[in-house]
Each structure stands twice: as C-alpha cells, then as structure tokens.
T-cell receptor, first 114, second 115 residues
Framework: SAVISQKPSRDICQRGTSLTIQCQVD?????MFWYRQQPGQSLTLIAT?????????ESGFVIDKFPISRPNLTFSTLTVSNMSPEDSSIYLC???????????FGQGTRLTVV | DAKTTQPPSMDCAEGRAANLPCNHS???????VYWYRQIHSQGPQYIIH???NNETNEMASLIITEDRKSSTLILPHATLRDTAVYYC????????????????FGQGTILTVHP
C-alpha cells in the first residue's frame, strides 16, 4: 500500500489569490491524479499528473486554472488559480502503483474561498 | 466507461450483514468492478474489486452475477464505523487505453449502520 500526505489539510483564502496543494507519496507510484469534491457531491477527476510531462486534463478543467506539476515519482502539486467562492471544495490527491490494482487517496485539502 | 446505478441510501443494524447492490448493465469484457467507501471527512478507501469471480478479503465480499451486469458488496458484520458513502465503480483494466487508472465516481450509496 501507499501512504499519501496532503498539505495543507485546510485553508481559507481570499478571492483572486492562488493556493498550491502538495501531495507526497511514501513510495514511487506510476500514476497520480487530482480530484475535486464540491460540497455534498461526489468526486470529479480534474487531471492525471504525468511525471516529466504536462498533465492530462478532464473536460471542463484547464491548465490555466489548475496548473499541475509532477517533478518525480513521489510528489505532485495542484494550484488553484485566481480563486472564486465557487472553487470552495475538497481537493484530493490519488496515487496508484504499477504493481497494485487499487488507488490510494490522501485525506484531502478543504479549501474555502471568501 | 460503463455507468453504475446504486440506491441513494440504505440502513443496516449493527452486527447484521449489509448488502449493497450495484447495477452495471453496460459493463464490457475488460472492465473490473471496484468498490470504495468514503467515511465522513476522509479520502476514499479501497474495499475490493473483481472481474467475474466472487472475491473476498478481510473487509468484505463481492458477488458478481454471471452476466456481470450487477454486483453486491457484502459487509458480513456491519459496525457503526462502517457508516459511509459506498461507491461502485467500473474501470478498465490496465490495458484500457486512455481511461487507464481513472476512477469515475457516481453518487454512491449512503450506508447508515444503527445500533
């Protein structure tokens, strides 16, 4: 199994600012993903973080709003840019190893934009 | 990816078996059935997965019908700590092209275990 740590666990931010969320895995993983969970809703995939190349975004999500980095096989960041109250959500990092068949999730970052 | 249908909520008495159904009538041959759960304020937790055979682990059992169009997750002795949202997800195998690795979450079933 893999243990995923996310920082920060929660934050309250002013509209128009940006927040970078960090995701650290305790072992090398082949795939990393970022999800958003809006209040009272299920999880929605934002993008797949690709090591050494640009992230692959899902429909409705763009790089300018959610830039993602993945410099190595254990770390990724998601930035929520130019935030508005509609960005208030829980953001979750997920990782999958090449030999396991299940994905592991971090505890999430609860973001409130005021 | 194939879609899944789950009841929005279920109740179960503590100590009894919880049987959570999932319909995935459009599942294709290379797609697995995965179950995750999300306890309040936590990230999703993997429970079990299967292709066509029934599976059992320390957390639960997964029963998949012969035509693979539906499945049931069984928590044999539910406890209060099993209260959570349970997600049934159909996902391509590792050879599944652009959908590789991605999990598409539906609304899930809110399971409430009561004393």
């Amino acid at each position: 199994s893999a243990v995923i740590s996310q920082k920060p666990s929660r934050d309250i931010c002013q509209r128009g600012t940006s927040l970078t969320i960090q995701c650290q895995v305790d072992s090398q993983v082949t795939m990393m993903f970022w999800y958003r969970q809006q209040p009272g809703q299920s999880l929605t995939l934002i993008a797949t973080a690709n090591q050494g190349s640009e992230a692959t975004y899902e429909s409705g999500f763009v790089i300018d709003k959610f830039p993602i980095s993945r410099p190595n096989l254990t770390f990724s960041t998601l930035t929520v840019s130019n935030m508005s109250p509609e960005d208030s959500s829980i953001y979750l990092c997920s990782a999958e190893t090449g030999t396991a068949t299940e994905a592991f999730f971090g505890q999430g970052t609860r973001l409130t934009v005021v | 990816d194939a879609k899944t249908t789950q009841p929005p909520s279920m109740d179960c008495a503590e100590g009894r078996a919880a049987n959570l159904p999932c319909n995935h009538s459009t599942i294709s041959g290379n797609e697995y059935v995965y179950w995750y759960r999300q306890i309040h304020s936590q990230g999703p937790q993997y429970i079990i997965h299967g292709l066509k055979n029934n599976e059992t682990n320390e957390m639960a059992s997964l029963i998949i019908t012969e035509d693979r169009k539906s499945s049931t997750l069984i928590l044999p002795h539910a406890t209060l700590r099993d209260t959570a949202v349970y997600y049934c997800i159909v996902r391509p195998s590792f050879a599944g092209g652009t959908s590789y690795g991605k999990l598409t979450f539906g609304q899930g079933t809110i399971l409430t275990v009561h004393p």
